[in-house]
């Protein structure tokens, strides 16, 4: 059974800095494609950022958070990471980690929330 545990939300200040992980379970993780989404109140869940298999050295990023999140991948700890910087009110959501191949398996996500 392939599983997801996102951690490392939290609320912080604009213009703070957070760093999320998210640990799988229940398959060979190196070489799959990583995402890392998001879904505010009232919006639909929305790609922040992917990253490719093996050394991850391609990635992706939502125009609204490229140059402040960084996407990271750990495959010795079957993890994933997001470090957020700059953070900005716009942020605030709940935070889920995706497995390309297995788009319908979810976490539980993480709540970030930044205050004004």
């Known amino acids: 059974q392939v599983q997801l545990v996102e951690s490392g939300g939290a609320l912080v200040q604009a213009g703070g800095s957070l760093r999320l992980s998210c640990t799988a379970s229940?398959?060979?993780?190196?070489?799959?494609?990583m995402a890392w989404y998001r879904q505010a109140p009232g919006k639909q869940r929305e790609l922040a950022a992917r990253?490719?298999?093996?050394?991850?050295?391609?990635?992706y990023y939502l125009d609204s958070v490229d140059g402040r999140f960084t996407i990271s991948r750990d495959n010795a700890k079957r993890s994933i990471y997001l470090e957020m910087n700059s953070l900005k009110p716009e942020d605030t959501a709940l935070y889920y980690c995706?497995?390309?191949?297995?788009?319908?398996?979810w976490g539980q996500g993480t709540q970030v929330t930044v205050s004004s």
């Open positions: 995706n497995i390309d191949a297995l788009p319908d398996v």
């Open positions: 229940g398959i060979v993780f190196a070489p799959v494609v």
């Open positions: 990253i490719e298999g093996g050394a991850g050295r391609n990635t």
